[in-house]
């Protein structure tokens, strides 16, 4: 009985066909590890801008106008952030525009950033302590009780049920949402 098996060109072929297989597997999961690299840096580029027009809403005098950068220690690295206050198109608004990379990415580009986000900070509306005026200052299309929300409510509960302070039947009672049937 005679056996017989691979010949050495057919051994050559099939170890092509394996190489460029792995091959492709390789290089999707390098593709795939590039990308969640990429992602998590933006996530922690996002929360660092976040954070910063936060904490410059959150002072208590109002920003100058300007540039301010500066680096911190965020999720075991080091991050460069920029930070441009600039008056807003609106009176009494700034504009808040956030930088953020990493640190010893610099060397790439002045203008090379992971990310930039933008905020508003404005005065308040109303002084401290005045509260605001939230009754309409006439009916919508509808006329009275047409549905609309207001702080005071004809019931006092803060909704406008529609239906001369009665709340209607399965209505909501809580505050900002217009009363109604629920489904």
Known sequence: MKTRGFTLVEVLVALVIVAAGASAVLSSLNSAAISTVYLRDKTFAEWIANNRIVETRLTTSAPQNGKSEGELDYAGRRWQWRQQVAAGELPGLRRIDVSVRPAGEAAAGPEDWTLTISGVLGRDIAPPGTG??????????????????????????????GSGGAASPGGSARPGVTGGPRR
């Not at 006439?138 to 803060?158: L, W």
């Open 132 to 161: 605001l005026d939230w009754e309409p200052a006439a009916p919508g299309p509808g006329g009275a009780g047409s549905g609309s929300v207001n702080a005071g409510g004809a019931n006092g509960t803060g909704v406008d049920t």
